[in-house]
């Protein structure tokens, strides 16, 4: 069996999803399968190494300059011409921005099947793959098979499956593929103009030990400073829900947990004036420890919280924030 | 320069109810009675972003979905914020359909009620948030896609710029139309249905087409035209025994840092601390 990868890279090197495809992907390896990755863009040469030492059989590299910034055209269109030639019998994208767009691209120019989001992969024993994804925010989970085609597709949030170890020496292949004739037999409609980067300003939610949530309990921008000093002070991320954002107190959507964001496994998780939508559970429940303060002493997080406090957070969080700063 | 917008919408069960879900134990089949059913919120601005192209350019915006005969409600939802007119794609064959098959069925919708030169869609829906229905109906209808759109600047040479974002920053794309774009909630703020709106709603024309209206490919429609087949569904358990802490807030307080020193965060704590 081959089971590919899609390595997406970023400005500095391959996406941190990569290697917990990579690492889900050897998971699913039996001793005699083989695991390939999908390198495309402009000088990421250097990158088929990284992957080979997270665990790559053999990468499949195209460069070339009209590549240099994601396009669903021109990405699909190669990763379409590679599978139709080496037939892997299972591909795994990572969720992102540009893999979100590019996994229903490449399903829907194969005519196979995708299961978005997976939390769960398996082979069964008719050696189709089991998939496991979210539905009706989290609520729900559904197994989806994809028992005729080929491949078998999936995308999977960041932060999901545990990264691959890397090996000091890695022993791979990499395959250099040639993109000009794939390139040159379309019409291109859709020209990548710029791509912007805007560093993320604070420590990455994915990152952090501790996680400090906020959600529409906190009321006002005033208050939202107590959950940003309470997550400084902790040497943690700062992450909220939907209304949050919406009401301008989050710096914007990245912050955002849940099926609508991230996917965060932290040590601590401390959820403020979060009263516990499903949407957001679902990027959260796999927290090692749940802290939940909430005046109201029915909201929903309390159910699935380690340590419950039934407070009107402006009595508490000050005085954590107080007994924690460094003097 | 006029400007053919379709929109397509989506059903979906209100999402502030989505812990009432159920499966039920017998059947195994989803239990969801007494759960609203309305306009998937981003789809809402997917019509915005169509209403405001028309009103720059002219044209028309139509709106498009494949949904049960009980959808009519939600369509006239779009048509009172101020869209033209309507063609619900609805087939007992259709059931079961996963993005692909569903994106099927909107393609054959929209080449069947003639040509546009944009269709919105909103980028995912609240109930089984996939987000691959747009690019998939960009496919099958062999027009350029784009998703995650926050910024769409229609140029007067039948092309577009636009932005979409990324984790961290965004994208600019020059697009030729026709296309097919999936929008994000930070395009633009839907408009509220005016009295106006809702009074010419009963004027607007719904057009309903089944499977043989469309001549779909039997193959490709359904649960049995879907790449992707459902097994088991389960309500995962998420509950935890919690702990209730209690005290004053200063015992609150120090019981937080204890169980995060438990937890394996390495502390920094002042000279305040007790």
Known sequence: ?327 | MTLNIAVCIKPVPDPDYYDKIQIHPKSKTLVREGIPTILNPVDKNAIEAGLQLKERFDGKVDLFSMAPPTAVEIIRQGLAMGADAAYLLSDRAFAGADTLATSYVLSLGLRKAGQYDLVLLGNESADGSTGQVPAQVGELLGFAHLTNVEEIEVETNMTAHVKTKTENGFIVYEIKLPAVLGVARTLNKPRYTSITGIMAVHKKPITTWGARDLEADPAKIGLMGSPTQPGEIFVPDINREGEELTGTPEEIADAIIKHLRAAGITLVEGSNAS
Request: aromatic share 6%.
């Open chain 1, 1 to 327: 069996m081959k089971i590919w990868v899609y390595a997406e890279q970023k400005a500095d090197g391959l996406a941190s999803v990569v290697a917990e495809l990579l690492g889900e992907a050897g998971r699913l390896a039996q001793r005699n399968d083989e695991i390939g990755a999908v390198l495309i863009g402009n000088e990421v040469e250097g990158m088929a190494q990284e992957a080979i030492s997270l665990g790559a059989d053999r990468v499949y590299v195209a460069y070339d300059n009209n590549l240099k910034i994601y396009n669903n055209e021109t990405y699909s269109r190669i990763f379409e011409y590679l599978v139709r030639r080496e037939e892997p019998d299972i591909v795994l994208v990572g969720a992102t921005s540009t893999g979100g767009d590019l996994a229903p691209t490449l399903a829907a120019r194969l005519g196979t099947g995708l299961a978005a989001h997976c939390v769960e992969l398996e082979i069964n024993d008719d050696g189709n793959l089991v998939q496991i994804v979210p539905s009706f925010g989290g609520k729900v989970m559904a197994e989806i098979l994809c028992p005729a085609h080929r491949p078998q597709m999936a995308t999977i949030k960041p932060g999901v499956f545990e990264p691959s170890a890397r090996k000091s020496i890695g022993s791979g292949e990499v395959v250099s593929v040639d993109v000009g004739e794939v390139l040159r037999n379309y019409q291109p409609q859709i020209e990548a103009l710029e791509v912007h980067y805007r560093p993320p300003s604070g420590k990455p939610l994915e990152q952090a030990e501790v996680v400090v949530a906020g959600g529409w309990g906190i009321g006002c921008q005033e208050d939202w400073q107590l959950i940003e000093d309470l997550a400084t002070v902790l040497d943690g991320a700062i992450g909220c829900t939907r209304p949050a954002v919406d009401e301008g107190w989050a710096a914007g959507e990245h912050m955002m947990i849940g099926t609508s964001g991230k996917t965060i496994k932290p040590k601590v998780y401390i959820g403020i004036g979060i009263s516990g939508a499903t949407h957001h559970l679902c990027g959260m429940k796999d927290a090692g420890t749940i802290i939940s303060i909430n005046k109201d002493s029915k909201a929903t997080i309390f159910d699935m919280s380690d340590f419950k406090v039934v407070a009107d957070f402006r009595k508490i969080v000050p005085l954590l924030i107080q007994k924690l700063q460094v003097n």
